[in-house]
């Protein structure tokens, strides 16, 4: 073990004190009270991480039951899959939310918990957007992909944003509060493939063009995630400038940070492009995007947590360089592309097959080098502290 995270990176781990800022008022008067309620149900000896891996259960299941009622996210399924699915993603909310507060009252808060909830927290964003794409009957489209590009991109800058900063800063209005209230009643709600007009009873007066008139609700949610995505661009961009200003350091820098991760979503974007055959397999694709994002994800946590230089690249944002060159230039210099049509397929089940692969031991490698170092388990609480409650 210690494969990623080295002997020298150990003792940032001892610096590590974890900060947030929650500024929704939806968590602080409405949830909070409830979440508070809700810890104490579970005894002192229930570890946090098993928490947080028991509410990312529920997600798994909504998950398998998508797979066999709507593999393609183009059919309508039972109401009481939709149900389940909200139910799922609320009950997710209220464990992910009450780890720390069990980390705190059995003394086993750390990095440890922090890298787990935030890691599983990355592979509910690409699960529950693949579920919301089905729930708005997007298919094989790529309203489908931009909704999860949107997702995973959000929370990589909440990530960038903490790592330079210090602190986990949630605005009024957050991904992981009201983000997921409004998905959860997403699911419930089943008008998403009339036109915006229809819902609201209104004629479309004559002179607006076609393409307005025929605007349907699960485009403008589509719309309504590039918004919600480009003012978080904004308020990230802003809080870490601040921040740097007053620290009396350069601002740039960070901004320089996320080019890497804008170019990896790039580079996934002109091969789909070039092989529009990969939007047939939508599920595994997104899988695959997922894993490969929760991973660079990892690697900054890890950074974050340890003191160590920003994460810049990985191993598994390199193949996106590959499919890049073999789709635009080879054919550019007269060669042909050794992954068009069937075979783009075949190796993005490959590629799936190493992120899954890669991420894992990560996993793995981190869990076990952490918990040696702390003297702890990942599951279980190894030493009672006597003091809690």
């Known amino acids: 073990m210690g494969v990623y995270i080295r002997p020298h990176q150990l003792d940032g781990l001892k ?39 028991l509410g990312f259960g529920f997600v798994i299941i909504n998950f398998f039951t998508m797979l066999y009622y709507d593999p393609d996210l183009d059919t309508e399924c039972p109401r009481w899959v939709y149900a389940s699915w909200a139910a799922g993603i609320f009950i997710y909310q209220s464990l992910d939310a ?44 790529w309203s489908s992909l931009i909704c999860q590009f949107a997702a995973i991109y959000t929370f990589y800058l909440t990530t960038w944003e903490e790592y330079h900063t210090g602190t986990l800063y949630l605005p009024y209005i957050s991904g992981p509060v009201e983000g997921i209230l409004i998905i959860a009643l997403c699911y419930c709600v089943h008008f998403w493939e009339q036109t915006v007009f229809s819902v609201i009873h209104i004629t479309a007066p004559k002179a607006f063009p076609a393409y307005i008139k025929t605007f349907r609700v699960n485009d403008s949610f589509v719309a309504f995630g590039m918004a919600s995505l480009t003012l978080g661009i904004v308020a990230a961009c ?19 940070d996320l080019l890497p991760f804008t170019l990896g979503i790039s580079l996934s974007v002109a091969w789909i492009y070039a092989n529009p055959i990969l939007l047939e397999r939508m599920v595994l694709l997104e899988c695959t995007i997922g894993t490969v994002f929760s991973y660079t994800v990892g690697h900054v946590i890890v950074r974050h947590v340890t003191k160590s230089e920003f994460s810049y690249w990985n191993k598994l944002l390199t193949p996106l360089l590959f499919f890049w060159a073999d789709s635009y230039l080879l054919p550019f210099y007269g060669f042909k592309s050794s992954l068009a049509g069937e075979n783009s397929v075949l190796w993005l089940y490959a590629y799936f097959g190493l992120a899954v692969g890669i991420h894992g031991s ?28």
């Open 15 to 53: 610096k590590y004190k974890y900060s947030g800022i929650d500024k929704s008022l939806v968590s602080r008067f409405i949830l909070g009270p409830y979440w508070s309620a809700l810890v104490k149900l579970f005894p002192c000896w229930v570890a946090p991480n098993a928490i947080t891996l």
């Open 98 to 141: 009450i780890d720390g507060k069990q980390a705190r009252r059995t003394g086993t808060h750390g990095p440890l918990g922090e890298i787990f909830d935030h890691g599983v927290d990355s592979l509910n964003t690409t699960l529950e957007s693949i579920l919301i794409a089905s729930a708005l009957n997007l298919g094989s489209s």
């Open 238 to 256: 802003i809080n870490v400038v601040q921040f740097r200003r007053k620290e009396g350091l350069s601002s740039l820098r960070p901004l320089l």
């Open 362 to 389: 990560f996993c793995i490698d981190v869990i076990y080098t952490m918990c040696d170092y702390f003297d702890m388990n990942c599951l279980t609480i190894k030493y009672q502290d006597k003091k809690t409650k």
